[in-house]
């Protein structure tokens, strides 16, 4: 697998993984998946018709909001400020070349973000294991 292809993280937790398809159709693989795994879909947010509404332009960029009530709230039970990383957040974007890429948030890093630590981590980890299947099905090869 190329570098360009494999899921990076950066120092503040953010993973980006390449994706093999274009916007709309990640979008919608993405959000089959979340279904398939019998995961609780909230909302999609659509920013890049929101900033056409207000007169900005931007790339396109869409924001997926779902999570697992039973696995998420055990970050919040654990610390109420993992709060603000649950539901899981999954940005679909496109970059200045036209390429589509997805982005979230290392579970591991929030985990560390709001001092987890013992048997709640282990939350955490099947959280990541979770979202990275996830990204998997539009991942570039």
Not at 6 to 24: H, L, R
Not at 77 to 88: C, E, H, K, Q, Y
Request: no cysteine; hydrophobic share 45%; net charge neutral.
């Amino acid at each position: 697998m190329g570098a360009e292809t494999a899921p990076q993280t950066t120092e503040d937790g953010i993973v980006t993984v390449k994706s093999a398809y274009p916007m709309a159709e990640t979008i919608a693989r993405l959000k089959k998946d979340v279904a398939n795994k019998g995961i609780k879909f909230f909302i999609e947010v659509d920013q890049f018709k929101l900033a056409e509404d207000a007169g900005i332009k931007i790339r396109p960029s869409t924001l997926l909001i779902f999570g697992n009530p039973p696995l998420g709230t055990l970050f919040i039970a654990a610390n109420p400020l993992a709060g603000l990383d649950w539901p899981v957040r999954l940005l679909v974007f496109e970059d200045e070349k036209g390429e589509v890429w997805t982005a979230y948030t290392d579970f591991g890093y929030i985990a560390h973000r709001h001092q987890i630590k013992g048997m709640d981590t282990e939350a955490f980890q099947k959280a990541s294991g979770v979202i990275a299947s996830i990204t998997s099905s539009v991942k570039a090869r």
